[in-house]
């Protein structure tokens, strides 16, 4: 299933894309899509059966705003240096266990929302990125299936990324992750069981129609079975969670001088394969 809120910020409802393209109105079988929602299979079978029926109401798509797919999220856990030529282009040694930041929760953003330039910065970055979604308590989990079967389902994140304030401004990199607007998520989250395999999904992201990375998440070197289940060995992971899985090569910092950061006025479209697409344009914060 495709999932995803519609409407105002702060004021969202939760719809479905069906199997036709076809916009439904959820709002009569849950009240949002949230952690509850996701940890909750009986829910999450009315909706299936809803969807089935053919009978949800029909939500005019034109001029609605898509938010965030997910509500009320708890955390946002990412992992850095996660893809092979990503390491590579910005002369880094793949790391042997996986690097672990966090975004605020409340940096996250509809896929179309306007991102903001922070205020001073000279190396706003793009990173297109696969995100997990959490649907059941995760904690010291022991294998990958079981790790698996923890994730409700997968969407688009873009990981937006200040690298003067990441890296040259000291202490550890989270100056340069949390500015406001910095984690634009969805436009759907994709069930698990409609993605049979996340280690063979194409990443593209374009900077004003130019392509800019084209990457796919078999060169990551910690798949997303393992990232799960590694994580959970320092934290727990509660439905709803996020975890950011990394970004392939073709970022601004891994380009020659003088490197192509973003600026107000600059255009991000991005994209992977089957979990949908997503358009920002940039303001000045």
């Known amino acids: 299933m495709k999932l995803l809120r519609v409407g105002t910020a702060g004021a969202e409802r939760p719809a479905l894309l069906d199997a036709e393209g076809v916009l439904r109105d959820l709002s009569g079988i849950v009240t949002d899509i949230d952690g509850t929602v996701l940890a909750d299979a009986d829910a999450l079978g009315r909706i299936r059966a809803a969807a089935d029926s053919g009978e949800l109401p029909v ?8 938010g965030p797919p997910v509500a009320r999220i708890g955390k946002v856990v990412c992992i850095g240096l996660n893809y092979y030529d990503h390491a590579r282009e910005t002369g880094a040694e793949p790391p042997t266990e996986p690097v672990i930041f966090f975004k605020a929760a409340d940096t996250v953003i509809g896929p179309d929302d306007t991102v ?7 190396k706003t970055d793009w990173e297109a990125e696969l995100a997990v979604v959490i649907g059941r308590t995760a904690r010291y989990l022991e294998s990958h299936e079981e790790a698996l079967a923890h994730v409700a389902g997968y969407a688009v994140a873009h990981d937006v990324s200040e690298r003067e304030y ?3 401004r000291g202490g550890t990199w989270d100056k340069g992750k949390n500015c406001e607007t910095f984690n ?3 436009p759907w989250l994709v069930t698990a069981d409609e993605v049979p395999d996340p280690q063979a999904l194409s990443l593209k992201l374009w900077v004003n129609d130019e392509l800019k990375q084209d990457g796919t998440t078999a060169e990551q070197i910690f798949p997303v079975a393992e990232v799960v289940r590694y994580v959970s060995q320092f934290m727990t992971l509660y439905p709803g969670d996020v975890i950011n899985t990394g970004t392939p090569a073709g970022v601004a910092m891994g380009q020659p001088e003088p490197k192509p950061y973003l600026r107000a006025g600059d255009v991000v479209e991005l994209e992977i394969e089957g979990l949908g697409r997503q358009r920002q344009q940039l303001k000045d914060a």
């Open 184 to 186: 634009p998520l969805g």
């Open 166 to 168: 990441q890296i040259e």
């Open 59 to 66: 939500l005019a798509a034109d001029g609605l705003r898509v």
């Open 116 to 122: 903001l330039v922070p205020r001073g910065s000279v």
